[in-house]
């Protein structure tokens, strides 16, 4: 035998494991450590730039941040001064200090109220003004701003200007009203805003061992913010020296990467007309590339190891997921279509095991839809039977009461009939789970017409309904628990009044609201907060809170509000035509 043939069969006698093992060697771990020391030096660059990338994109997405937040604040003020309401009242001639006081108190505060609930790093919103009215925090003489460093500017321009105080923590926004200018009144737009929650926008991009300043348009700093470990260096933080950096910086795409052992990067905003700058030490930022290097070498060792490791057992786990597979197509030989094998392997044996178990749950539904498939189509059938044959005969039935009533000249049997006819078909509604608002307010008033009847009109029902809304879908039965709701637990109780049930219903930015509201004794606070949750509520409001939610989502629910005057039931969902 020659020598090449006895190499070829040596190396086919050589067990599968140990055969694995030289292949991942040779393939593997050599190419591993040669490719390691190749780009060692390459890779302190890489993680370098990444940082530098990194603490550029973080500093761009705080200066973003930041320019939104002042530009609401900025619409804020455009709106308070272009708004004719505000000026209106700020420039009419009163005849006297009450109404002038009235039309403040009903109109201008509750807008300032309303802007500062929904942004709560307003601190003040302030209109100074030259007629010496003076009212609360929200308008106030223009003499109390006088000495301001921000006054001269913001009397004579109505743009919009930032001023910022750091020693006094103050980021203020002031401007000209123009529109009382024209009415001859002398006002300045006044926001004062959280300084800290402004500049911590800033700390919050920063990534460890950075910090950033920001400065105004004239270069003064405004911000200062630092991320160090340990205090470790601060050294750029201090006015003097950070004025040096800023000359000798050469700037290249807002990146400077070497300046006296310090990366600069820089942010400008239009917005504000600030600049932004984040700094770190070059030697802090390698000191955290040769931490992930140490881990790379640590998990280079760890692969190495694991790889020897891994093959050693690679043809027992083949072998066995082999055998594994065989068992079970025994089992399906004999009958036993409901074997799965558990594996989330992607590999080639995994695609025959996942293959296997669709093959098997196939069989197996063919097989179930042959002896269930005839029991459920004739469980259908029969359902179907009844949907047709039961309201037929119910309607059928209440039609023939009516007629006979009609015929011996029983008018209040006959309404009676009619109304739950009607009742009984918008109930049903041909197995439909849905209907128009219009066929629901219907079902609705047919149930009143019968409790009417049977409580003598004793109470009495107030309808206002919105013709808009009539057209729209609606859920089925949802009205009729809360107006039997309002009879049980509310009318039916009064001893001192007569009772009302009021229902409405309006169409509102893109939503239909339905208010049912009773006169009746009402329930407790605590009642009514647990009235839609707890079991000793009402089940058929409950009911009726759980299908919106089912259906619409579950932003909509019922609202309950309760007191000694009686319940209000708010239903809330979006307006829809049907299908």
Known sequence: MSEPLKLKQWVNNIKLQNKLVIIYVVTGLLPLIILFVFAYGQMRSILMDRDVRSMESALRQSVTTVDGQIEVYDNLSNYIT????VSGILSYNYSNKYEMYSQIVTTFDPLVSSLKYFHNDINKVTIYINNGIKHDTTLAPLSEIENEAFYNSAVNSTNINWYVDKDKKELISARKMSTLATAGITGIMYINVDYDSIMDIYAKGLIDNSGIIVTDGNGSIISKKAAFLDNADKYILSDSRFTEFIEKADFSENVCSNIAGYVLIKQNSDVTGWTSYVYAPKSLML?????????????????????????????????????????????????????????????????LIHGFNSMTGTINNLINEVYEGKLSQKESEMRALRAQINPHFLYNSLSLINWKAIEYGQDDISGITLALSNYYRTSLNKGKNTLT?????????????????????????????????????????????????????????????????????????????????????????????????????????????DRIRLFYGEQYNLKVSSDENGTVITIEFPARKPV
């Open 82 to 85: 272009f708004n004719e309401t």
């Open 437 to 545: 608002v219009k066929q629901e307010l219907s079902n609705m008033e047919s149930y009143l017409n019968i409790q009417q009847i049977m409580h003598d009109n004793s109470f009495d029902v107030v309808m206002d309904i919105d013709e808009n809304v009539l057209e729209y879908e609606s859920l089925n039965l949802i009205l009729q628990p809360l107006v039997e709701n309002a009879i049980e637990h509310g009318i039916d109780l009064l001893t001192d009044r007569r009772g009302v049930i009021t229902v409405a219903a309006k169409l509102h930015n893109g939503l239909i609201h339905i208010e049912v509201k009773d006169n009746g004794i009402g329930m407790p606070k605590e009642t009514a907060h647990t009235f839609l949750t707890s079991e000793s509520g009402g089940y058929g409001a409950r009911n009726v809170n």
């Open 287 to 351: 000191k955290s590339t040769n931490s992930i290097i140490t881990m790379i070498v640590l998990a280079l060792v760890v692969a190495c190891i694991g790889m020897a490791a891994a093959t050693i057992f690679t043809s027992d786990f083949i072998t066995k997921r082999i055998y594994k597979l065989r068992t079970s197509m025994e089992k399906v030989e004999n009958g036993d279509f409901d074997v799965v094998i558990r594996s989330s392997d992607k590999d080639e044996i995994g695609a």
